[in-house]
């Protein structure tokens, strides 16, 4: 069954500084691959997904995400970290008629 | 467009009692799933649908119950509370295949069950 692990259970970077959250899945052929965001007391929010194609995908609030099919891993990349990113990641892969998720990464940010 | 509507925000149940957890969608979207947030173990799905009349077991399907009787509503029914569904539920719909659009969710039910 497709998976996905996120290494890092708490991370803290400074504001402005760049951040990069891991993902790594494991699924033989190419994956179905989302990053979510969960802000406190709130639901998730789609920030990008990957099907195929371009391996480098642009999404929301200035956030990408680099597929590498070598390293089994789908990372999330920001430049410059804003105070209000400080949020829950979540690393998702689809199929069959679901997505599965890892079990989050927490990003806290320090002014 | 309000998008899933999840109602009630929060609940506190008794060990034994019954509750159903609303979701409504508005996107006139095909699938929609229950999952629950623990902390340290993501979200683990429940049940889905894949249309109206059509529903499947996902992962913890034990102790709940789902129908879909129209596309809008997927309502989540628990029948006799235990302390292991203290949780954070949500409510999630997509247009076709989630693999191929992703998710949209409500903004949660937080149960705790005493």
């Known amino acids: 069954a497709q998976s996905v692990t996120q290494p890092d259970i708490h991370i803290t970077v400074s504001e402005g500084a760049s951040l990069e959250l891991r993902c790594n899945y494991s699924y033989g052929a190419t994956p179905y691959l989302f990053w979510y965001v969960q802000s406190p007391g709130q639901g998730l929010q789609l920030l990008l997904k990957?099907?195929?194609?371009?391996?480098l995908v642009q999404g929301i609030k200035g956030f990408e995400a680099e597929f590498k099919r070598s390293q089994s891993s789908f990372n999330l990349r920001k430049p410059s970290v804003h105070w209000s990113d400080a949020a829950e990641y979540f690393c998702?892969?689809?199929?069959?008629?679901?997505?599965?998720f890892g079990t989050g990464t927490q990003l806290k940010v320090e002014l | 467009n309000a998008g899933v509507t999840q109602t009630p925000k929060f609940q506190v149940l008794k060990t034994g009692q019954s509750m159903t957890l609303q979701c409504a969608q508005d996107m006139n979207h095909e699938y929609m799933s229950w999952y629950r947030q623990d902390p340290g173990m993501g979200l683990r799905l429940i049940h889905y649908?894949?249309?109206?009349?059509?529903?499947d077991q996902g992962e913890v399907p034990n102790g709940y119950n789902v129908s879909r009787s129209t596309t809008e509503d997927f309502p989540l029914r628990l029948l006799s509370a235990a302390p292991s569904q203290t949780s954070v539920y949500f409510c999630?719909?997509?247009?076709?295949?989630?693999?191929?659009?992703?998710?949209?969710f409500g903004s949660g039910t937080r149960l705790t069950v005493v």
């Open positions: 999630a719909s997509s247009p076709g295949t989630p693999k191929n659009y992703g998710y949209t």
């Open positions: 998702a892969t689809g199929g069959g008629n679901k997505l599965t």
């Open positions: 649908s894949v249309g109206a009349g059509i529903t």
């Open positions: 990957y099907f195929s194609g371009d391996t």
